[in-house]
T-cell receptor
């Protein structure tokens, strides 16, 4: 079963705008991770936020985590054409299995 | 340092044929994973391994077998391929335990498999 569910499934914005993607999950977590996938490529790790953290920044990325609502959001500020990709949230089930959501397909229009 | 390498990159099989996908990592990672990715389905875990000589089932293990005879290699086998196994297959690995980057996965570039 899918642990993380991303919303929206697809997002199209103009270059320079901010992009926000949301992820909901079902069970308690130790951490939540976000990955990016460019077309035809493998996934690349972006950022990890632990259950005792509420917000984390990395460059133009800002991730928030609300464990009471079992949700997370990924904000990409000042978007660029190169940010066009699919974005996935992932959580660990048990001690070893990383389970992914279905992803948000982000398109940045020039 | 190549990271995670998958071979082959593309393959076309006929129904009933068998094949093995190879995943190799040079990062001395304990954990290795096989996922399949289908349109609109995200990534689904097929099998995984927490160390040399160990394997475990994921969400969608039926029709697949795996082996981890060496720490750096994780093989995914299809004994009798079916059209439903047409997909993109990704291998990934990570370190054991909790650390600043120990829980993130490193992915290969994928194998596109078509079963006719």
């Amino acid at each position: 079963s899918q642990q993380g569910e991303e919303d929206p499934q697809a997002l199209s914005i103009q270059e320079g705008e901010n992009a926000t993607m949301n992820c909901s999950y079902k069970t308690s977590i130790n951490n939540l991770q976000w990955y990016r996938q460019n077309s035809g490529r493998g996934l690349v790790h972006l950022i990890l936020i632990r259950s005792n953290e509420r917000e984390k920044h990395s460059g133009r990325l800002r991730v928030t985590l609300d464990t009471s609502k079992k949700s997370s959001s990924l904000l990409i500020t000042a978007s660029r054409a190169a940010d066009t990709a699919s974005y996935f949230c992932a959580t660990i089930q048990g001690a070893q299995k990383l389970v992914f959501g279905q992803g948000t397909r982000l398109t940045i229009n020039p | 340092n190549a990271g995670v390498t998958q071979t082959p990159k593309f393959r076309v099989l006929k129904t009933g044929q068998s094949m093995t996908l190879l995943c190799a990592q040079d990062m001395n990672h304990e954990y290795m994973y096989w996922y399949r990715q289908d349109p609109g389905m995200g990534l689904r875990l097929i099998h995984y391994s927490v160390g040399e000589g160990t394997t475990a089932k994921g969400e969608v293990p039926d029709g697949y077998n795996v082996s981890r005879l060496k720490k750096q290699n994780f093989l995914l086998g299809l004994e009798s391929a079916a059209p439903s196994q047409t997909s993109v297959y990704f291998c990934a690995s990570r370190r054991q335990g909790v650390s600043s980057d120990g829980e993130k996965l490193f992915f290969g570039s994928g194998t596109q498999l078509s079963v006719l």
